[in-house]
C-alpha cells in the first residue's frame, strides 16, 4: 500500500495539481492538510471519478484536513478524543478541523494539521502544546489498547525537531517551530511508541518538506522539515520505502509543502 501526506494550501486553488499527482504517483491513500473550503466546497466528484473514497472537515477558509482513500474507508472520526478548542481571548471556544482519521486498507490513518504556535509569547503556542499533548495522550491510549495497532499519525507537524530541519538555526533563534517545548512534544510523541518513518529514507541535512513563498526560499533549497509519517510499531516494521516529492513543490499553483510518501509491504 502507498501512503502519502500533503498539505495542499488551498483544495480549490490546487485540485488540478493533486489529481494530476494522484494520477501520476499511483497513491492508494492521500491525506490533505489546509483545504481551506467548507464541506460543500470541498472537489469530492472529482476524487471520486478516480476510484477514492473522501473524508472530509472544513469550516470556513483556514485549516481543513481530508482523507482520500481508494482501499476502503471505514471508521471515520473527526477530531481525536481530548483534542483541544481553540478560545482566542474572551470568545467562545471553537472546535478547528484540524484532524481527521479513518481506516484505510487495514491502517488507521490521521490527517493531521498541528496549531502553528506563531510565535514564542502568543497563547495559540499554548493551544499547539496542548494540542500536541492530547495527541500523545490518546496516541498511546490506542497503543495500550492494542500494542500491534496499525496507525499512522500523518500531516504537517509545525515543528522541525532536528536543527538540520531547518536551513539555519540561527534565522529560527526567537521562532516557533523549533522550540525546546515543541521539540519536547514532537519527541514525546516518538517516545509513545510512534517513530518518524521517512527519516531513514530520507536522511539530511537539507532535505525539507516546505519552502515558504518569499525570498526564493525554494530555489534557494532554503526550506524546513515540518511534515511527517509517524507510525506504530506493527506500522513501522511495514515501511519499505519513502520518499520526499520534491519535484511537485515545482511549477506555477505549487503548495508551499511537498508530498511525503511511504510504502508499506504486504
Same mark, same amino acid.
Given at each position: 500500500?502507498?501512503?502519502?501526506?500533503?498539505?495542499?494550501?488551498?483544495?480549490?486553488?490546487?485540485?488540478?495539481?493533486?489529481?494530476? #499527482? $494522484?494520477?501520476?504517483?499511483?497513491?492508494?491513500?492521500? %491525506? &490533505?492538510?489546509?483545504?481551506?473550503?467548507? !464541506?460543500? *466546497?470541498?472537489?469530492?466528484?472529482?476524487?471520486?471519478?478516480?476510484?477514492?473514497?473522501?473524508?472530509?472537515?472544513?469550516?470556513?477558509?483556514?485549516?481543513?484536513?481530508?482523507?482520500?482513500?481508494?482501499?476502503?474507508?471505514?471508521?471515520?472520526?473527526?477530531?481525536?478524543?481530548?483534542?483541544?478548542?481553540?478560545?482566542?481571548?474572551?470568545?467562545?471556544?471553537?472546535?478547528?478541523?484540524?484532524?481527521?482519521?479513518?481506516?484505510?486498507?487495514?491502517?488507521?490513518?490521521?490527517?493531521?494539521?498541528?496549531?502553528?504556535?506563531?510565535?514564542?509569547?502568543?497563547?495559540?503556542?499554548?493551544?499547539?502544546?496542548?494540542?500536541?499533548?492530547?495527541?500523545?495522550?490518546?496516541?498511546?491510549? #490506542? $497503543?495500550?489498547?492494542?500494542?500491534?495497532?496499525?496507525? %499512522? &499519525?500523518?500531516?504537517?507537524?509545525?515543528? !522541525?525537531? *532536528?536543527?538540520?530541519?531547518?536551513?539555519?538555526?540561527?534565522?529560527?533563534?526567537?521562532?516557533?517551530?523549533?522550540?525546546?517545548?515543541?521539540?519536547?512534544?514532537?519527541?514525546?510523541?516518538?517516545?509513545?511508541?510512534?517513530?518518524?518513518?521517512?527519516?531513514?529514507?530520507?536522511?539530511?541535512?537539507?532535505?525539507?518538506?516546505?519552502?515558504?513563498?518569499?525570498?526564493?526560499?525554494?530555489?534557494?533549497?532554503?526550506?524546513?522539515?515540518?511534515?511527517?509519517?509517524?507510525?506504530?510499531?506493527?506500522?513501522?516494521?511495514?515501511?519499505?520505502?519513502?520518499?520526499?516529492?520534491?519535484?511537485?513543490?515545482?511549477?506555477?499553483?505549487?503548495?508551499?509543502?511537498?508530498?511525503?510518501?511511504?510504502? $508499506?509491504?504486504?
Amino acid at each position: 500500500m502507498r501512503l502519502a501526506t500533503w498539505n495542499v494550501n488551498s483544495i480549490r486553488s490546487r485540485a488540478d495539481r493533486v489529481e494530476a #499527482w $494522484l494520477q501520476r504517483s499511483d497513491v492508494d491513500v492521500l %491525506a &490533505l492538510q489546509e483545504t481551506k473550503c467548507k !464541506a460543500e *466546497q470541498f472537489p469530492t466528484e472529482r476524487f471520486e471519478a478516480l476510484g477514492y473514497e473522501v473524508a472530509h472537515v472544513g469550516h470556513s477558509q483556514w485549516n481543513g484536513v481530508a482523507l482520500l482513500s481508494r482501499v476502503g474507508l471505514t471508521d471515520v472520526e473527526v477530531g481525536f478524543p481530548g483534542m483541544p478548542w481553540w478560545a482566542k481571548d474572551d470568545a467562545e471556544p471553537v472546535a478547528e478541523a484540524r484532524a481527521i482519521g479513518a481506516t484505510c486498507g487495514g491502517v488507521r490513518v490521521w490527517s493531521l494539521y498541528v496549531p502553528n504556535g506563531r510565535s514564542l509569547t502568543d497563547p495559540h503556542l499554548d493551544y499547539k502544546l496542548a494540542w500536541l499533548e492530547a495527541l500523545r495522550v490518546s496516541a498511546a491510549g #490506542w $497503543l495500550t489498547e492494542d500494542a500491534e495497532a496499525q496507525v %499512522a &499519525l500523518v500531516g504537517d507537524w509545525n515543528i !522541525a525537531p *532536528q536543527d538540520d530541519d531547518v536551513w539555519d538555526m540561527a534565522v529560527f533563534a526567537n521562532s516557533t517551530h523549533v522550540s525546546p517545548p515543541e521539540r519536547a512534544a514532537f519527541a514525546a510523541m516518538v517516545e509513545a511508541g510512534f517513530a518518524d518513518v521517512v527519516r531513514p529514507h530520507t536522511p539530511g541535512p537539507g532535505v525539507y518538506t516546505y519552502w515558504d513563498y518569499t525570498q526564493l526560499r525554494f530555489p534557494r533549497r532554503e526550506g524546513m522539515r515540518i511534515d511527517f509519517v509517524l507510525g506504530s510499531p506493527a506500522l513501522a516494521r511495514r515501511v519499505s520505502d519513502a520518499r520526499i516529492d520534491r519535484e511537485e513543490r515545482k511549477g506555477k499553483g505549487a503548495s508551499d509543502h511537498a508530498p511525503v510518501v511511504i510504502e $508499506l509491504a504486504d
